[in-house]
């Protein structure tokens, strides 16, 4: 199981703000990084902090942008009035199913949101506030999943499209006819399918990268565990456009890439199916991070105010790359490396790790902790198929030399044999061998029928596989094969006149070459004759 870094939360800092009022900077809170000072959130307790005795901290490290936190929305779901409410209906025959509702029974304390998707389709709860994440935001929530005979999930974060307002229905609900359940820009998903899929719960935390592609990370592909009880998420969405997920508290992944931020503002969505147990989301809340830019009075705040080992933030990896593209052949040296930045500029320390035929598909190290980013490969041909290469980071700071801050996988990396560009063999043909010293024929239907043996010779007898003689469309049997090296992949025939040949000759690691041949044996016959080789007449055709 991936390692965890505490999350450095000293205090919750809570700075309830309206959309577009300003804030007091003699009362405000600042935050930085991971870094809380203000509301004493486990207690209970609030500790009010002036402006001159708040350290307001640099979030980026340098003397140029500072932030300050500002909660701008929550949701105990005492009523639904912050949310548009969404029945999902791609998949059809879902337009009439109930909304999601209030649940009076469960919560963290109750009541919370009952999604109340089912295994038809699922729901989506969007907040009526769409949210601007260009700057920073933070959302966190409460989520419970039961487990299920099937159909169990629950999925929540910023969605990556705006509600379908169209087709509202009287109770109050929409339906969105083009999806089944939601999709999201940064989200948790908690996905149990049951018994009946014969799958273990999934927990899984992702984002639409600025690629367009998915970055994510699956945090427990068993997570039965995790199960029937309430957890804390929270999405830390970065200025720099990285994302951060915690769990409880603790620090669970940071994406490899940046958010998508050219759909900025975008709605929150709640959605689940709950088809065969309970799926519950409670106390939403999201803060906004406020640039501000003038802490002490002009002043910039010195170097005893950065945070101390306890707000450390872990390295991150950004890529893992290899110095060639695949695919590649065996004895080609292919050179990984690993690019990863670390916040605060500590030492980066790297572990490489491989899994492929040679291992078997086991993950084995390669190269241990060290400094290095790189680690040379030469794969030869037991590394012929698909591999995969792992990188490991940590800072020395949080995960032990067992585990890791970060990691990055490169999958299917492609290597094959040697590629020829020619093959040194060529079609032969004989009227007797060595081993037998006679020349065989007989005397049908006005034709002289000789035993022919056709054969492969030259130098790179030892890289064929596999011989197919196609020979002419007469014969009974036109296409011969031979997969026999010790005999030179030869094929006997019985034939009164020539013709062409062509030989399709597979090598080992599975290119073909083709080898058209001429033919004959007459000037073979001669040549028997004059040394002196019997003619035998033999009719049996064998």
């Not at 505490?6 to 009362?27: N, R, S």
């Not at 548009?84 to 949101?113: C, F, I, K, W």
């Not at 169209?166 to 089944?180: Q, S």
Request: a negative charge; glycine letters at 6%; charged letters at 25%.
């Amino acid at each position: 199981m991936r390692c965890f870094v505490l999350y450095a939360m000293l205090a919750f800092l809570i700075l309830p703000m309206a959309i577009g009022e300003e804030v007091d900077p003699a009362v405000a809170h600042a935050w930085q990084g991971q870094s809380w000072v203000g509301d004493d959130r486990s207690s209970g307790n609030s500790a009010p902090v002036s402006s001159s005795d708040t350290p307001v901290i640099n979030l980026n490290g340098t003397n140029e942008d500072y932030y300050l936190m500002s909660l701008i929305f929550q949701e105990t779901f005492d009523k639904l009035d912050n949310w548009h409410l969404v029945v999902y209906n791609s998949a059809g025959g879902s337009e009439n199913d109930s909304a999601s509702r209030l649940d009076h029974d469960m919560g963290d304390p109750s009541p919370s949101l009952d999604v109340n998707g089912d295994s038809w389709c699922g729901n989506g709860a969007y907040s009526k506030k769409p949210f601007d994440y260009t700057k920073g935001l933070t959302i966190e929530f409460d989520m419970y999943v039961a487990s299920g005979y099937d159909w169990n999930w629950g999925r929540v974060g910023l969605s990556d499209h705006m509600p379908n307002p169209e087709d509202k229905r009287e109770d109050g609900a929409y339906v969105d006819p083009l999806r089944c359940d939601p999709s999201f820009v940064a989200y948790v998903m908690f996905n149990d399918d049951g018994d009946h899929n014969r799958r273990p719960p999934l927990l899984h935390f992702g984002i639409l990268a600025e690629d367009g592609k998915s970055d994510y990370y699956t945090y427990s592909t068993n997570a039965t565990e995790l199960q029937n009880q309430w957890h804390r998420y929270r999405i830390e969405i970065l200025p720099n456009g990285y994302v951060e997920f915690y769990m409880d508290g603790y620090h669970v992944w940071t994406s490899r890439k940046k958010i998508d931020q050219t759909l900025s503002p975008m709605p929150l969505v709640l959605g689940s199916r709950d088809a065969y147990g309970p799926v519950r989301v409670d106390n939403v809340v999201v803060y906004a991070k406020i640039p501000y830019s003038s802490p002490r009075n002009g002043e910039k705040p010195p170097e005893s105010d950065q945070p101390s080992t306890l707000t450390n933030q872990p390295p991150r990896v950004i890529t893992l790359t290899p110095s060639v593209s695949c695919p590649q052949e065996v004895e080609t040296t292919v050179t990984w490396t690993a690019d990863a930045t670390d916040p605060e500029n500590d030492s980066i320390y790297y572990k490489f790790w491989f899994s492929g035929p040679r291992t078997e598909g086991e993950w084995l190290v390669v190269q241990d902790w060290s400094q290095s980013n790189v680690w040379t490969w030469h794969p030869g041909d037991e590394d012929v198929g698909s591999s995969d290469i792992r990188v490991w980071i940590r800072n020395g700071r949080h995960a032990g030399t067992t585990d890791m801050d970060d990691f990055c996988d490169y999958s299917g990396y492609q290597i094959r044999f040697e590629q020829l560009t020619h093959l040194d063999v060529e079609v032969a043909n004989a009227v007797y061998t060595e081993e037998d010293r006679r020349v065989y024929y007989c005397e049908e239907g006005g034709y002289s029928y000789v035993k022919n043996r056709i054969y492969l010779t030259g130098p790179d007898l030892d890289k064929v596989k596999k011989v197919q003689y196609v020979l002419h469309e007469t014969f009974p049997n036109p296409v011969r094969v031979s997969e026999d090296p010790s005999n030179n992949f030869e094929i006997w025939i019985w034939t009164w006149g020539r013709f062409p040949i062509k030989a399709i000759i597979t090598t080992k690691t599975g290119q073909q070459f083709e080898k058209d041949y001429s033919f004959s044996f007459r000037s073979k016959v001669d040549e028997a004759r004059r040394r002196g080789i019997p003619m035998v007449i033999r009719c049996d055709w064998s």
